[in-house]
């Protein structure tokens, strides 16, 4: 079944102690990308990737770091996490840029 | 930049009614989509249309249809003949980085 995976589905942390959200997708794309989903503003980019060891800033990168080693992955770091990162998490790929993406679960973290 | 807006935080319809949820958007690419996504109580992301810009015939997907005004870059979603399980919170996005809107939250009422 082509889908994209996050984990943890749900992650309760404390300020200051480093976490990874973990992103698949077995659909060989090309395109992934972090959002998070705050009420009232919606999903917001975090980072998006084009491809394997391409990636860039979203509108609100700050506090996040990425990596794609492999085409399949896409983890989601935080070094510090603060509390003004708790937030609904979504992972997406699509086989380009221009082209519907397909979500993960979400994440739904809170930074305590 | 680009840029999705929702100016409709809520709506609310009866159900078997028609609805329409607008959407502007700003882009400087000549080639993009623009799509509509639902996102029911279980925050599941499901595509609900999606409109290719080159194409000026506005994309249907059985009850779902948009208005498609590309030199007002506006893109609204109808929803006829609502039902109960089309309340759910509503997306607009443009394609290219995928940039949503803030997003409406749509009430169908029995």
């Known amino acids: 079944e082509a889908q994209v995976t996050q984990n943890p589905r749900y992650l309760i942390t404390v300020t200051g102690k480093k976490l990874t959200v973990t992103c698949s997708q077995n659909?060989?794309?090309?395109?992934m990308s972090w959002y998070r989903q705050d009420p009232g503003l919606g999903l917001r980019q975090i980072y998006y990737?084009?491809?394997?060891?391409?990636?860039d800033k979203g509108d609100v990168p700050e506090g996040y770091k990425v990596s794609r080693k492999e085409k399949r992955n896409f983890p989601l770091i935080l070094e510090s996490p603060s509390p003004n990162q708790t937030s609904l998490y979504f992972c997406a790929s699509s086989p380009r840029g221009r082209t519907e993406a397909f979500f993960g679960q979400g994440t739904r973290l809170t930074v305590v | 930049a680009q840029t999705v807006t929702q100016s409709q935080p809520e709506m609310s319809v009866q159900e078997a009614e028609t609805v329409t949820l607008s959407c502007t958007y700003d882009t400087s690419e000549n080639n993009y989509y623009l799509f509509w996504y639902k996102q029911p109580p279980s925050r599941q992301m499901i595509l609900v249309i999606r409109?290719?810009?080159?194409?000026?015939q506005n994309a249907t997907e059985n009850r779902f249809s948009v208005n498609f005004q590309k030199a007002a870059k506006s893109f609204s979603l109808k929803i006829s003949d609502s039902q109960l399980g089309d309340t759910a919170m509503y997306f607009c996005?443009?394609?290219?980085?995928?940039?949503f809107g803030q997003g409406t939250e749509l009430s169908v009422k029995p």
């Open positions: 659909m060989n794309h090309e395109y």
């Open positions: 409109q290719e810009a080159y194409k000026q």
């Open positions: 990737s084009m491809n394997v060891e391409v990636t």
């Open positions: 996005a443009s394609g290219g980085k995928l940039i």
